[in-house]
């Protein structure tokens, strides 16, 4: 069973693996799949179509069979580490694989989620989805914990993986309260990832090289379909105009996160280019525009003084009973005696 495995756990390291036995054995069953499918095809059909059973058989039954032993060869035990002691005060997220090394600054982490991978149909019509702890960065990358094969299961993931990502968030002190899921869409992942050629270049050259699979990070995201939303005041990458930061708590029943209006329950709906009474700064991310409450007036307060000798049409100060000093002027159609009213 393939299975993010803790192998470190104390209050200054997290580390993670996945062993490359996982690799090894798929690679070997669909390489002997297509290697006992094809030759049983060809002596079939070589009696009915002659030389071009090698042709249209045996000679992509080939392709599949030298593809499985590249895979075989490119197998990797994949390392994940979040190290408080490198990398400097903040220390360090390092994704390996034989010498190829992912480093990333603890302090970039905004979020830890588990992606599931929705299939594009599979040999027999049908796939499980596959689904992955990630880690997604300041600048809107992510890296998947994974090692070359997909965890599959169904609902929310395996409950190791759940457990594994609990985990790595308490050891991160994230201010997210839950771990979200985001639903990746294989095709529009594809699609990303053809996009960055020089990426994708650099892979197919240490896969020919038998050099191993190397860890990567994913390009950033143009929508985030959450199937479940992150709770708590999450600082999401400002990205593709997405929104930076973003307090989550109490969206059950829907509300808006990384610029895209959710729904009650799968996050569907038009997408917004930010929520209304929001503006965007780009050094601070959101800030919500609020209308002040208006205060209650304070009522006044008075007290009453009785004119002193010498004092009409001059000006006294007086003490109010809480320490006040109020300054006045005695009107000069008064008398000395007569009681006057001050408001203050």
């Not at 006992?36 to 009696?47: G, N, Q």
């Not at 190829?100 to 830890?112: D, F, H, M, Y």
């Not at 050259?205 to 699979?213: E, K």
Request: with cysteine.
């Amino acid at each position: 069973m393939v299975q993010l495995k803790l192998v470190e756990d104390t209050d200054q390291r997290l580390v993670y693996k996945m062993g490359a036995l996982a690799m090894l054995c798929h690679m070997s069953l669909c390489t002997l799949i297509a290697a006992v499918v094809s030759f049983s095809l060809t002596l079939f059909l070589r009696h009915y179509i002659g030389i071009f059973a090698f042709v249209f058989v045996a000679f992509p039954g080939l392709v599949l069979v030298t593809c499985g032993f590249f895979g075989c060869a490119n197998a990797r035990q994949f390392t994940f580490s979040f190290d408080r002691t490198e990398g400097g005060a903040a220390g360090s997220f390092v994704a390996a694989a034989g010498g190829a090394r992912v480093c990333r600054s603890l302090s970039e982490i905004r979020l830890i989620h588990i992606e599931r991978e929705s299939g594009s149909g599979g040999l027999f019509g049908g796939e499980a989805p596959s689904f992955a702890a990630a880690v997604l960065f300041a600048d809107g990358h992510r890296c998947r914990l994974e090692g070359g094969v997909s965890i599959t299961g169904s609902g929310r993931g395996p409950d190791h993986l759940q457990a594994a990502a609990e985990k790595i968030r308490a050891f991160l002190n994230l201010p997210q309260q839950n771990i979200p899921l985001l639903s990746i869409n294989r095709a529009a992942k594809e699609q990303q990832s053809a996009a960055d050629a020089a990426q994708a270049e650099a892979g197919l050259s240490r896969w020919l090289a038998c050099q191993g699979i190397a860890p990567r990070l994913e390009p950033p995201l143009a929508n985030y379909e959450w199937v479940e939303p992150p709770l708590g005041p999450v600082r999401l990458p400002a990205a593709f105009g997405l929104l930076g930061s973003l307090p989550l708590g109490g969206l059950g029943g829907g509300g808006v996160i990384a610029g895209q209006a959710l729904g009650p329950a799968q996050g569907g709906g038009p997408r917004w280019a930010r929520p209304p009474g929001m503006s965007l700064d780009p050094g601070l991310g959101p800030v919500v525009m609020g209308r002040p409450q208006p205060q209650a007036q304070p009522q006044p307060r008075a007290i009453q003084v009785v004119v002193p000798e010498g004092m009409v049409g001059q000006v006294m100060t007086v003490m109010a009973p809480d320490g006040a000093q109020i300054t006045v002027t005695v009107p000069a159609d008064m008398r000395p005696g007569d009681p006057m009213t001050i408001q203050y």
